[in-house]
């Protein structure tokens, strides 16, 4: 049983293995009986190849093949032929020969390529979030904050500290913001509060005899919107 690889993990010293990997098509290029597909995952990408040797049948159902197209092939690691090796992907050295494909799920023309060079307007972005979030760059930042967040998390567990939860309903208390209500289902009339910051729950904790706590806190504040922040 062949282990299915990712796209961005290949090398020259898997030459000659026979490999599987799935993606969404993120370029396409047909060369007059011959084409290329850049597949993408998000470790990165693998050119994949689709020629007459690698089964005509594989080859016809490629050319029906177009961006965002969610496809698994199977074939062999090669060299990519002399001259074209491309030092700006980690797999630019080497390529698959396809000698199996099969359409995981199609797609229907995306009003945007996630693999663009120009991101476009932000309201687009927003109204097709889940292709936004196929773009590296915010794929990055997505890993960039779950490495700084776990960083922390292991630092403070080094010391000792405790990681906790605390409630995201409570009693309105006063601060430097406006709260953000939340309608009591049983209680007609009567609101919960958004907490500002956890900082009450804290004191708790402290007069409970919790010497080392921490918690990465989300604070709810009703304020006008600034740029790069969410309320």
Same mark, same amino acid.
């Given at each position: %049983? ?13 030459? &000659? ?29 693998? @050119? ?5 040797? &690698? ?59 996630? &693999? ?21 760059? $915010? ?8 490495? %700084? ?18 409630? %995201? ?29 956890? @900082? ?5 904790? $402290? ?25």
């Amino acid at each position: %049983m062949l282990r299915t690889h990712t796209c961005g993990e290949l090398r020259p010293e898997q030459i &000659g293995q026979r490999v599987t990997l799935c993606g969404w098509v993120d370029t396409y290029r047909d060369q007059g009986g011959i084409l290329f597909v850049d597949l993408r995952d998000r470790y990165g990408k693998t @050119q994949v190849v689709f020629a007459p040797e &690698g089964g005509g049948e594989n080859l016809a159902a490629a050319k029906s093949l177009r961006a965002e197209y969610v496809i698994a092939v199977t074939g062999k690691v090669s060299p990519r032929p002399e001259g074209t090796d491309n030092p700006k992907l980690a797999t630019g050295q080497i390529e698959v020969r396809v000698e199996k494909l099969e359409v995981l799920n199609p797609s229907l023309t995306p009003p945007f390529q996630p &693999g663009a060079k120009e991101a476009p307007g932000e309201n687009l972005r927003l109204k097709h979030r889940y292709l936004d979030l196929r773009r590296p760059e $915010m794929q990055e930042t997505v890993l960039l904050r779950h490495r %700084m967040i776990k960083l922390m998390r292991d630092y403070c567990d080094e010391l000792g500290f405790v990681d906790v939860e605390t409630p %995201m309903l409570g009693r309105s208390t006063p601060e430097g913001a406006r709260d953000y209500l939340v309608p009591s289902r049983v209680q007609p009339g009567s609101f919960y509060a958004l907490p500002q910051s956890p @900082q009450l729950y804290k004191q708790i904790l $402290m007069i409970a005899g919790y010497d080392r706590y921490v918690q990465i806190a989300r604070c709810f504040r009703d304020e006008d919107l600034r740029a790069d922040r969410q309320p």
